[in-house]
């Protein structure tokens, strides 16, 4: 017998697009300072579902500096990369058969709306969902959002160091983002798979226990190491 | 604090959630709720994260570290008896990662899925998020809750593409025996469907029982889904590293599926798991004797409370019976936590008709066990008082 394959898996098949191999870099000084500390005290079990929080409080302090947005470490939720900070958002915000719009970086929701049961499209104004990120640039960015319907959610990916513009910024937005980022890729940590998720309260909760769901908290470890060496987000 | 009114509407994960919420409020609790084991991860696998978090680490393949990989297949040949090779192995964030990624690989809407009552609820959004639908099949106390295949066969429809065993099972503590496993495998193969086997807790079982999976059986491989991981065998739930065991184009088509998912297991954590694949695990053997004198130590204090229930044949959990204390089990585990400061989870977190049970681990040093039970005791004979009365 071959093992049947769901129509999701079918499609999504050689589809990954794995990086060759990098070579590795050592952690900071400082992250490995705080993995072996970490050690020491026993942190090898579950953390609380959302992540330690002196890490979140962190990230909040970080995003709220970087964007002058009052975040709250309440908002944050820790998570294994920005991959699952998109892909829970994906899974929870949207219902099969709607539509995502992604002007630009399509290729990093692409998988996750197949996995959804979702359309992926630059059609703007039939979105439930707009994905935008920084690298893309305030003016494309406030570009889409003048053109989405009222009730079209923002998912924003915090991934250029140098911006300090957020979609929550702009009038009609501040409750109507969710915002991701990696702690990995700017801080020599991408091998600890390590991010951040800030959510409006009517969505925390639900973008939480499907997190909870997929893989119950991230690494205790990596989360120390970020908390670390996380400076600028 | 949450009220009982704010709790009773929960079920599933969402109310072992909310209690162990609930519990961070009641100073000196003593959880007996989820199953995240109190041990320490053994020194050699702790040393070898030290070493490795010193030196330079890369991003690990989507599936695994190759050197990961071959260990958990040669481990699973070795130890279970599925003759499999690294291709056949993908390493997850974690055993609940893993079950996300099977059923999103193997179930379409409107597929149907058996799942033995009660169960592990957490499996739950794996399942609902594809568009398929569990179908419940009963298990009984008297055959510790093993499963019938009868069970399963009257409810076996064209729809039907999995079966869901976890063995040992969490909550009910039973184990599939490898005669049961035999009639099972016959009728996947008669009926063309996946048998999808959590074995998270298979170093586990207890005298005089044997841990067995089902892939072991001739003709198998091409039928059977194993999930596995770290976790609860060298107490590292912190580190997130599960593993999938299945037909290499199930595993690729589920790291195409990771990708999107959370992408590649930190590194750090799949060298400490490398280490207790490698490792000797003599370790697993320290934790099994361990482990097993607490369940002798709980089964008696929970005896000698008048609550009744079959003694598990593997894993961290006893599911008792609390009929005998008149009192529905949400509002008794409410009561038991406030006034005895002690966390247990009740069976509704586990399936809907199993409102008179209890899921209580076994994961406390054995001193904080008696205290507990102690507790736990008095407060049932307080009740019980107040109910004759």
């Known amino acids: 017998m071959t093992m049947h394959l769901s129509s999701r898996a079918q499609a999504l098949l050689g589809q990954s697009g794995e990086s060759p191999p990098e070579a590795g870099v050592p952690m900071d000084p400082a992250a490995i300072r705080a993995v072996l500390d970490a050690l020491n005290r026993g942190e090898t079990h579950y953390t609380d579902r959302p992540g330690i929080q002196p890490l979140r409080k962190k990230v909040a302090e970080g995003l709220s500096l970087k964007f002058a947005l009052p975040f709250q470490a309440s908002d944050i939720i820790i998570t294994c990369g920005a991959t699952e900070g998109r892909f829970v958002t994906l899974q929870q915000i949207i219902a099969a058969g709607d539509n995502v719009a992604a002007p630009d970086h399509a290729e990093r929701i692409a998988g996750g709306a197949v996995i959804r049961g979702a359309k992926v499209s630059t059609d703007l104004t039939a979105a439930k969902l707009l994905y935008v990120a920084s690298s893309s640039g305030q003016t494309a960015i406030e570009t889409s959002l003048s053109q989405v319907a009222a009730d079209c959610l923002v998912l924003f990916e915090v991934d250029d160091a140098e911006s300090d513009f957020h979609p929550s910024q702009v009038s009609g937005f501040s409750d109507r983002v969710i915002t991701v980022g990696d702690l990995g890729t700017m801080q020599d940590l991408a091998s600890a798979r390590i991010g951040y998720l800030a959510a409006p309260a009517q969505t925390a909760n639900g973008l939480r226990d499907f997190k909870q769901a997929l893989t119950i908290c991230s690494t205790n470890l990596s989360q120390w190491a970020a908390l670390a060496v996380v400076e600028d987000l | ?389």
């Open chain 2, 1 to 389: 604090m949450s009220t009982f009114a704010d709790i009773q509407k929960l079920d599933g994960a969402k109310l072992r959630y909310a209690l162990m919420d609930l519990a961070k409020e009641v100073p000196d609790a003593i959880a007996l709720g989820r199953g995240d084991p109190d041990l320490p991860t053994p020194a050699f696998i702790v040393e070898a994260a030290r070493k490795a978090a010193a030196g330079p680490l890369a991003v690990a393949p989507l599936a695994g570290l190759p050197a990961l990989r071959d260990a958990i297949a040669r481990n699973a040949a070795r130890d279970h008896g599925i003759a499999v090779g690294s291709d056949n192995v993908l390493v997850t964030t974690g055993g609940q990662e893993g079950l996300f990624l099977v059923m999103s690989a193997l179930l379409d809407p409107g597929d149907e899925i058996l799942v033995p009552d009660p169960r592990y609820s957490s499996y739950d959004q794996a399942i609902s998020h594809t568009g398929a639908t569990f179908v419940s099949v009963p298990t009984f106390a008297e055959e510790g809750f093993d499963i019938r295949p009868e069970e399963v066969e009257r409810r076996i429809t064209p729809k039907t593409r999995a079966l869901l065993l976890v063995t040992p099972s969490n909550p009910t503590g039973g184990i599939i025996r490898p005669e049961t496993a035999l009639a099972l495998a016959e009728l996947a193969k008669r009926h063309n469907f996946v048998i999808v086997s959590d074995e998270i807790y298979g170093k586990f079982v207890w005298e005089p029982y044997r841990h067995f999976s089902i892939a072991s059986l001739p003709g198998m491989l091409d039928h059977v889904i194993t999930l596995s991981g770290f976790s609860k065998a060298y107490a590292m739930t912190g580190w997130r590293v599960g593993y999938v065991i299945a037909p290499e184009r199930m595993i690729a088509a589920m790291t195409d599926i990771k990708a999107h998912t959370t992408g590649p297991v930190a590194t750090l954590s799949q060298v400490a798991a490398l280490a207790a694949a490698e490792g000797d695990d003599s370790c697993v053997r320290d934790f099994r004797a361990i482990y097993d004198e607490r369940r002798r130590i709980l089964g008696s204090g929970l005896s000698a409370m008048g609550l009744q229930f079959g003694e598990p044949r593997g894993g961290f959990f006893f599911w008792a019976d609390s009929s005998s204390t008149g009192m529905r089990a949400l509002e008794l585990c409410y009561l038991l936590l406030k006034e005895a400061r002690v966390l247990i989870f009740p069976g509704t977190a586990f399936g809907e008709s199993w409102s008179n049970h209890l899921r209580i681990t076994t994961l406390q040093p054995t001193e904080v066990l008696d205290q507990a039970a102690e507790r736990m005791k008095a407060a049932l004979a307080q009740i019980r008082e107040a109910g004759a009365a």
